[in-house]
């Protein structure tokens, strides 16, 4: 099986808890057709560099897998329907990381640089 990173845009009128349970039953279904789950975020409501389907935010999720192909297809098959879900990719890694992702780790650098 190889490791690959998730990563998912939901709507912005969709709420937090939504999209947690949204990384709930993306976690589920890979454990479910036999890979690994190794962490998942909620990265919250962010802008968007660019308009998608007339959004200007978006709540981005990440979830940390290994799996094989089978779980690529549900994953996609899953995604593509989702009415909550604007865009998606997953992408494959070489090894998966249980720090936290750049993005949760910048929001730490600058509490840190806050507190001087």
Not at 50 to 55: E, P, Q, T
Not at 74 to 93: E, G, K, L
Not at 105 to 115: A, F, L, S
């Amino acid at each position: 099986m190889a490791n690959y990173e998730h990563v998912f845009v939901a709507r912005p009128d969709v709420s937090p808890a939504q999209v947690e349970s949204l990384l709930e039953e993306l976690k589920g279904l890979v454990e479910e057709k036999g890979g690994t789950v190794g962490k998942t975020e909620y990265w919250g409501l962010r802008t968007l560099a660019y308009r998608i389907k007339k959004n200007r935010k978006g709540h981005y999720g990440l979830i940390d897998m290994s799996a094989g192909p089978e779980v690529l297809e549900a994953i996609d098959q899953r995604q593509r329907y989702s009415d909550d879900v604007i865009r998606y990719m997953t992408v494959r890694i070489e090894e998966l990381s249980e720090e936290p992702s750049a993005v949760l780790r910048k929001g730490d650098d600058r509490k840190r640089r806050e507190r001087r």
